[in-house]
């Protein structure tokens, strides 16, 4: 039979209630008292209730994952997997449980998102994927509820976030493909809607701007970050400027998707095209060529944002914004 708190209050010859208020760091429960209880407790090989413990303390220990079109951008998830080990590994570790819930735009219309928190009792929340333009965005920078976005620059007193410094990201891409004497550069971006993109556009007009080239209009195509969005927007690039040397994507996906109309236009890479992607994906590594990127520390950044939050739950402390720095890897499509 498992040991209960019944057993150890006994064994210690103290009260349920005691037993109770020592685990949970109660402090009129004398220090000799307590140590006496957790003398006995380990003797007993006992292990609290979590259950027990979220009644007392009126903690879930709960947080939440919550993604934006979790289920419908399945092509994200090469990126997203990586970020949510980095969140469970950390927040597991500490004692917390995950749970992941997805919302859309449409349902963030019908039900707020401190509602949507409360219903699953969720102590605080990582917030990925969503778009500047949802409604939860201005609702998680004003909830007295400890979040963290990932990719998502908000930042209240209740509110911090962890991304990669993709201003910088994208000049390193750019940079490379300026150092191979490319000049005519297209760029294939995400949706304008998403943080990222906006910082992956600024990276690549300033990399142009200090190479003195202007930046042309033409040749920037806007996509979804899927493999089609990036062959969809290839096409199109290609259409406006058939003189172009070199493709930035914003993503590996859409610099897969890319490749595979260079392909099929009999374009050769990087002989004819020379293409750089961001991400650093598995996917990119085997794709032929071999994609060069932009890495991000995508377990890294699943880690940073569960510490932040296990700051503000267990120390009150203030949120934060925090870039990850993010590195150029060569391979054979430049």
Not at 38 to 50: D, F, G, I, Q, T
Not at 149 to 159: A, F, T
Not at 241 to 259: K, N, Q, R, V, W
Not at 294 to 320: C, K, N, T
Request: glycine content about 8%.
């Amino acid at each position: 039979m498992p040991v209960t708190i019944r057993d150890v209050a006994r064994a210690a010859g103290v009260s349920i209630t005691t037993v109770s208020r020592a685990f949970n760091g109660y402090d009129d429960v004398g220090p000799d008292t307590r140590k006496r209880i957790l003398k006995v407790a380990k003797e007993l090989n006992y292990r609290p209730s979590h259950v027990a413990r979220s009644l007392v303390l009126q903690q879930t220990q709960n947080v939440g994952l919550l993604i934006s079109d979790f289920n419908a951008n399945r092509g994200a998830h090469h990126f997203l997997f990586d970020v949510m080990a980095g969140v469970h590994d950390r927040l597991a570790s500490l004692g917390y449980d995950v749970t992941l819930v997805s919302t859309t735009t449409a349902r963030q219309r019908l039900v707020s998102y401190i509602d949507f928190c409360t219903e699953r009792r969720l102590e605080g929340v990582i917030v990925m994927g969503m778009r500047l333009d949802d409604p939860y965005m201005q609702e998680v920078a004003e909830a007295k509820l400890p979040s963290v976005g990932i990719d998502l620059p908000i930042l209240s007193r209740y509110c911090g976030y962890v991304m990669t410094d993709n201003v910088n990201g994208a000049k390193l891409g750019m940079q490379h493909l300026l150092s191979k004497g490319h000049r005519r550069i297209g760029f294939v971006n995400g949706h304008q809607k998403a943080a990222v993109s906006v910082d992956r556009m600024r990276g690549y007009q300033l990399a142009l701007e200090t190479a003195g080239i202007d930046s042309d209009p033409d040749l920037i195509v806007h996509s979804n970050f899927l493999v089609e969005g990036g062959e969809a927007a290839t096409e199109l690039l290609l259409s406006r400027a058939p003189d172009i040397t070199a493709i930035f994507y914003a993503s590996d996906l859409m610099a897969l998707g890319g490749m595979r109309y260079l392909h099929r236009v009999g374009k050769r890479i990087p002989e004819d095209v020379a293409v750089v992607g961001y991400d650093n994906v598995d996917v990119a590594e085997w794709s032929t060529p071999a994609l060069t990127t932009v890495s991000q520390r995508r377990f890294e950044m699943g880690v940073y944002a569960a510490d932040m939050l296990i700051g503000m739950l267990q120390r009150d402390e203030e949120p934060g914004g925090r870039l990850l720095p993010s590195e150029l890897v060569v391979r054979q499509s430049t």
